[in-house]
């Protein structure tokens, strides 16, 4: 007997292989799957911005990218001890100016080279809620905790959103023309806005997003959302708060993922590298004995035949772990 629905995703012509170079941008949830690429050891740059939730945010970023744009001084704002940027997270926050901006241009200068060199593209959306700074009605991607009465909210149209990331993959495609688009909606509930506006949101985030995807070439649609939504469907997938997916949920999500978009050999060659990994993070109760030496050894050699047979595979810190 099922218990839960079962959806169809339809398989990658071309799927994402090693060689491929990634880009991730958006929400929290590119977080988690930026998290599980790294892991297994993908080539990839992952929000060069820091979290971004609206597609007008994530587009302004990307155009800030092919503009090869370095911030300056005056981009900065000060609040809570911190100079902010309205167009990153706050993770890019420093108590000293110079300092924010050295890490907001270093991860400028890496997003500048990352969007040329991409062969996937991997957009996040999370809401279609965009705030503005009411003082010089500027649309801003975090608001850094400044008092709500600063800001005024707008739910972007379906129109303005489709628009928006047309115009956003045009301008890739013009400087990077054989870059593949893959877009998610987030599953993450943005409760804040309440039941009703959290839909009404993902709804227009949705219709916007299939109606690029339907008719343009190699942009492509991943159901993280319907997955957990729909398939899922059960508090038992979320995490104490109601709103975000837990460890579970997203593990089943990587798991369709993988399935869609990877191919079959990229799929095995992940096990064997993953098998790498799990075994450089074990932490041995007896370091110094015979047997644990055996194990570091037969992972060296593990790690050796891989580096031979798939050079474009980094196992560098792993070798030098094992080797140590």
């Known amino acids: 007997m099922d218990l839960s629905l079962q959806i169809n995703i339809p398989k990658l012509s071309q799927p994402i292989r090693y060689t491929d170079k990634l880009l ?32 007008l945010s994530v587009c302004r970023s990307l155009q800030t990218y092919l503009d090869q744009k370095i911030y300056e001084a005056s981009d900065l704002f000060p609040l809570h001890e911190l100079w902010n940027s309205w167009d990153h997270h706050t993770r890019f926050s420093d108590i ?21 060199d991409a062969d996937w593209i991997l957009i996040t959306l999370g809401s279609a809620f965009q705030y503005y700074l009411k003082e010089k009605q500027l649309p801003v991607a975090n608001n ?13 149209s379906i129109e303005e959103i489709a628009n928006t990331l047309r115009q956003s993959i045009d301008n890739i495609r013009q400087v990077n023309p054989g870059c593949n688009i893959m877009f998610t909606i987030s599953p993450v509930r ?8 959290n839909n009404r949101s993902k709804a227009r985030l949705l219709e916007a997003v299939h109606s690029l995807c339907d008719p343009t070439e190699r942009c492509f649609y991943f159901p993280a959302y319907e997955i957990v939504i729909d398939i899922l469907r059960d508090y ?20 369709y993922f993988a399935e869609t978009v990877f191919a079959e050999d990229t799929r095995s060659l992940m096990k064997r590298v993953q098998e790498i990994v799990t075994a450089k993070n074990h932490r ?22 891989l580096q031979q047979h798939y050079p474009y595979l980094d196992l560098a810190e792993e070798a030098a772990f094992f080797a140590d």
């Open 284 to 305: 041995p109760r007896f370091p110094d004995t015979q047997a644990h030496k055996a194990f570091r050894k037969s992972h060296l050699e593990k790690i050796l035949q």
């Open 236 to 255: 038992r997938f979320y995490d104490i708060d109601f709103v975000h997916p837990n460890y579970l949920a997203t593990q089943i999500v990587w798991e």
């Open 96 to 116: 000293h100016q110079q300092e924010a901006l050295r890490k907001i241009n270093t991860s400028q200068q890496e997003a500048s080279a990352a969007i040329r």
């Open 190 to 197: 943005h409760i804040r806005d309440g039941v009703v506006d």
């Open 24 to 55: 991730l941008i958006g929400s929290c949830f590119t977080e988690h799957m930026s998290d599980r690429l790294q892991m297994h050891k993908f080539r990839l740059w992952s929000n060069p911005h820091g979290i971004l939730f609206n597609p």
């Open 144 to 156: 850094h905790r400044a008092p709500a009465q600063w800001f005024e909210k707008k739910l972007l």
